[in-house]
């Protein structure tokens, strides 16, 4: 019952707690016990008190990706955002977006039950308290009622921030310092693509049976993307290595691939579009990677023949061979920004050994289902790879229950990986202090 | 580990066993931070070592309603009763009826698996051992056994009292005192619709995602009714409102409700019918409220005009007019009493979030379906509002998942919420005391 | 999280690790209230800390039967056994079998995640990490890598054993020293059918809402056998009775049974195949007990009739009329074998409440389907058997999740389930000293 008195006394105060003691003593133990190149010891991804620990530790203090503007054009829009025992509004509004837990003061209800909507006010179903897009609580109908004080039943807010038509949110009082500078960071690289400007072609939600470092680590690397057969057309075979670590029957792919990397780079410059690559995945808070690279055969989109899915370009784009630029956030997501089409990942835990990833694939705001693009043609190479990287994730989950698991060694090509956890360890043990 | 030891020693003596020091001091804390007039703190509706406290301290040592004496209409019928861990056998016999747990004392089989049926002895099914009807242990064929002494073996008993065709168990040693008390109280209300003489129409099952005393809360107050519009058509809008606290668009209602109110009591005192309001739902151990009001409309029944829903007045009742009697009870269960039919409803816990709450619906032993009442129509109102219900209930549940739920303030409309938590706290004071 | 960080630490040294010293007393005190002749306490058929305690203490430690060599009749043939939170490859060699705990030492993905196949090398699906059939890693391609030493990440091995075409493994270090002795004893029984020259008819997997010690006392008695009608056409009513405590009315099927014995005596004498009966459930580490009895009716095999269900003769038998030999394994199998089948019995726990029971139907490796057998025919006395069984389990678990649960007597006629329950209560007591 610790756990649960805890979790009461966060609903008190600041909403990330702290971890009892005897719960930050365990944590330590195991984040001393870790090998550095290794993973993580089994508990991390099997014990629920770790993901309760992970849930005030890393998705209660930084910002995570929550949506895109695309899927709330319009003030009023809102989607509804659910991760470990949180449910959060994130609500278009005509200024940017309004962060609001979705817990009425009144009586605890579910204020926006639907994933997606349109509102004005937010009206709680159950007894109709009315609160503003602020989240001011504006209507307590109460009959006879005296001395009740509107004003100290507002709904729960967080920290809501709108970057290049990328919505963020963080729980913490006081959020990371560094995303002003990790903003300025990006903003250049999803600029072009104008997301704001773009729209929801299709958006799938699965749930993996795995832990979330689980789904964090599989995307984190390409060494298993022999297991991507829709991908690996649309990759260069040499994705994820670096050089000097290009094995001898891969070096005439290596320089086919150099050379359109040379030819994209040419591209960018021409087109003023950022090509450097930003690697800081584990050295600081808001942990972020982005690379800019060519993608294999016509090299336009993520399609078998490397062809365009949709006939519009993004934004002020002006060439489809623009490769795909990717870009990494610690904890929870990852993006492919391409000429013709965005997609946009986000992992939403939901218990130790579950998480929901939703995927989103965004289209230029004039292009016309069924003329400039199909849905199924456009979403069939990730989809596939979602669903192979899912398998994935659940065989890894399974392992982890045995006794016979023991933390293995990353390999070169797993760098990323081993940033991941070198981040999260270092959330960590900050966390636990 | 500590709670299943705890169970364990349950077993051995006493079965609504005290809980561990440990546990004891957790949930005082709990209730030492609550604040009057606000819900309450989270792990109440979410923990399950708080919910296997209400076991013992709630269920396990108060009077519970089971089932009407409809249910068991002649001697060997029998319901089994489930909640939390328990399995009850409710057997009506020539002289009451027999209440006896559904654990065979050899090998621990549930000894009786359906949900109702008719017996003469009690045959477990697994090894054929058989109890009377008082549960002692009258056959156990075991070849070559010397040394075995039945008398040892028989089921064990709780407590079973039958008011007003009504049935009620208590699993504790020494029942509250005070219940022959508030059967005095009630049994005037209940005698005239003759309840042993009824029979069941229909018997609704639905589990609600949500905790118990979120059921019991929902059920307090008819703040919520705008969300019930097949109910809101019997009910005059301001119901649950009292004098003092009708807003100004309610008092022609509120006046034409006084009216009302005063041709029904003068109905009532011609038939000798209790008019009286009856509320102790937080000033005894065995909470109870009655009251007795008129129904819009027709003012017959729970249907959309008010008319009767069956043809056939129960008992020795003379008018259709007699509004609808209701009687609340601590801590699980709520009656509504009409001219034409009864409805009775009883919250059986699952686990700490989820309920199974039980409609049923009784009609005169003579009305015949089809020519008398028809179900579908008798039952149209309440079974809507159930689900209405369940849905509020599990909005609730979500919401006290979050580190952001916070306890809210009940409103003056809510007095009898506040009553029911007053009394659950009391009650667990005791018990952890 | 003491469970978990222990399970950790499991995974390092030892699979089989020692419990904390709080685990430990708990366990020890269960022990200490247990009764002679009673079922044990509630928590070990309920409680997920004596589960783990078990998969500990009982699975880690002790000689499993896993599955028959007909499961794997050629090298390269594998199946996955899976209890608790262990999965295991049992792998046919040429010389015998290979048992692997299936967790790749990479990122810990479950290597082989089919229920049976037929591989060369085992390639896990991640990464494609290739380790030999003795579990040596051959195979990890990893650009750039220096310091890799593949000698490091073998997978683990655990103990495997063929004894009369039976599997058996173990996870321990040091496996009980008693198992030669007991192969020793069993092996004559065994050999005339020659099970390694059999093949599989049917194999059924069902999954029974119950302890897996609930589906061993069930198994280990036929006081409830009045429970299977298919299967009591086949055993003499007197079944688990013997001489003194056979009741009157069933001294004529005594005296019909030990004539039938008689005869069954003398033609496995002429034949030279193994009578007597083995009795050492619980005076040794490797429990085993051994009959060999007559069926009634044509006394061939377990029909409606006891004609036998398959034309052909199982090894080098000569007779139809062998009765049935019957073996019981602790902790988790049981075995029948006929004159032209056999059937073997696997109990694999699941967790506190589930276990998996998997039953496979032996034929000769000559008997044709359609011809010599048919399989519904073959299979209908246990497939039905097995699911009376599973309700009586589950009957069973219900009960004892109840604080009215109290252990109860066993009667001499469950002498073999005193005896499990003995063999479990001294094991545990050993593995908490």
Redesign the interface.
Known sequence: ?TL??N??A???GR?A?APTEE?AA?VR??LD?RRTGY?L???FY??P??FAADMQGIF?RHWLFAASLAEIPEPGDYVTVDYG???LIVLRTDEGVNVL??????????VL?EKTGTTGNLVC????WTYSADGDLIH??????TS?DKAC?AL?KAHGRVVAGLVFICLADEPPADFDEVAGIFEPYLAPHEIANSRVAYQQDIIEEGNWKLVM?NNREC??C??HPELACSLFPTWG??E????PH?EDVWNRNVEAEDALRGRCTRYGLPFEIVEELDTRVTGIRISREPLDGAGESFSATGRRLSKKLLGDLRDFRLGRCSMHLQPNSWFHLISDHVITFAAFPINEHQTLVRTTWLVADDAVEGVDYDVDTLTHTWKQTNLQDKN?VE??Q?????????P??Y???EYQVEAFINWYTQRMREHVA
Chains 1, 2, 3 share one sequence.
């Open positions: 019952m649960a008195v979790s009461r966060a609903s008190r909403l707690a719960q365990q133990l195991l016990e993973s010891e089994a508990p099997t014990d008190e770790i209660g025992p949180y449910s837990h979705n817990v009425c003061r009144h009586r605890g209800a579910r039950p179903g159950y007894h109709s307590a109908s109460s009959p006879g009622e009740f039943f729960k680590e060494y298993h022999d297991g290595l670096s000097g670590i290009v094995p891969l994935f065989m890894c399974q392992g982890a229950n045995s006794p016979a698991y023991e293995g060694p390999m070169k090509s």
